[in-house]
T-cell receptor
Framework: DAKTTQPTSMDCAEGRAANLPCNHS???????VYWYRQIHSQGPQYIIH???NNETNEMASLIITEDRKSSTLILPHATLRDTAVYYC?????????????FGAGTILRVKS | EAQVTQNPRYLITVTGKKLTVTCSQN?????MSWYRQDPGLGLRQIYY???????DKGDVPEGYKVSRKEKRNFPLILESPSPNQTSLYFC??????????FGPGTRLTVT
């Protein structure tokens, strides 16, 4: 699986959009981009994933560049409860034995 | 409600005393796995199972055992726990190769 690079930490004002970048320059054509978050030692929580098109769900939007070498997770209206570590992971979907490889992630601090 | 449950959530034990951490999912998922999380080392996979009676080692399997006799359950067994197994443990499950759902975690301390 391709490696990802994320900033160590970011701050965001409550109510504003949080934009979390991720670089995955060695991503393969069959690798998806997944985002998970972990709120203070709780179990990691799935947020969103995509292959090449932009995706949106009730939690967030995922913007993937045309060359697929980077992506951005957007939390449109961040709240204090969105303070967490956010992990960007690339993985081949559809293969049972393919585990999630968690990096250090980005610590997002939402401030009032 | 679709979920992965783990028990116990917190456990303090002594070196060498066998213990089992249970994991159960109600989503009929084929794939289940165990991770441990340590400061500075992130989440690392211990064991995984692709289906009943099919298990395999992850990245850090030493000192652990697992079994998968039923689809919904995937217990983690520490036959002789040692202090270096003090950690935060997560069970997870998924279907197909897509979204993995995690349990709430078990904080284990071995003295």
């Amino acid at each position: 699986d391709a490696k990802t690079t994320q900033p160590t930490s970011m701050d965001c004002a409550e109510g504003r959009a949080a934009n979390l970048p991720c670089n995955h320059s060695t991503i393969s054509g069959n690798e998806y981009v997944y985002w998970y978050r972990q709120i203070h030692s709780q179990g990691p929580q799935y947020i969103i994933h995509g292959l090449k098109n932009n995706e949106t769900n009730e939690m967030a939007s995922l913007i993937i560049t045309e060359d697929r070498k980077s992506s951005t997770l957007i939390l449109p209206h961040a709240t204090l409860r969105d303070t967490a570590v956010y992990y960007c992971i690339v993985r081949v979907a559809g293969e049972y034995g393919n585990k999630l490889v968690f990096g250090a992630g980005t610590i997002l601090r939402v401030k009032s | 409600e679709a979920q992965v449950t783990q028990n116990p959530r917190y456990l303090i034990t002594v070196t060498g005393k066998k213990l089992t951490v249970t994991c159960s999912q109600n989503m009929n998922h084929e794939y289940m796995s165990w991770y441990r999380q340590d400061p500075g080392l992130g989440l690392r996979q211990i064991y995984y199972s692709m289906n009943v009676e099919v298990t395999d080692k992850g990245d850090v399997p030493e000192g652990y055992k697992v079994s998968r006799k039923e689809k919904r359950n995937f217990p983690l067994i520490l036959e002789s726990p040692s202090p270096n197994q003090t950690s935060l443990y997560f069970c997870a499950s998924r279907t197909g190769g897509r979204v993995e759902y995690f349990g709430p975690g078990t904080r284990l301390t071995v003295t």
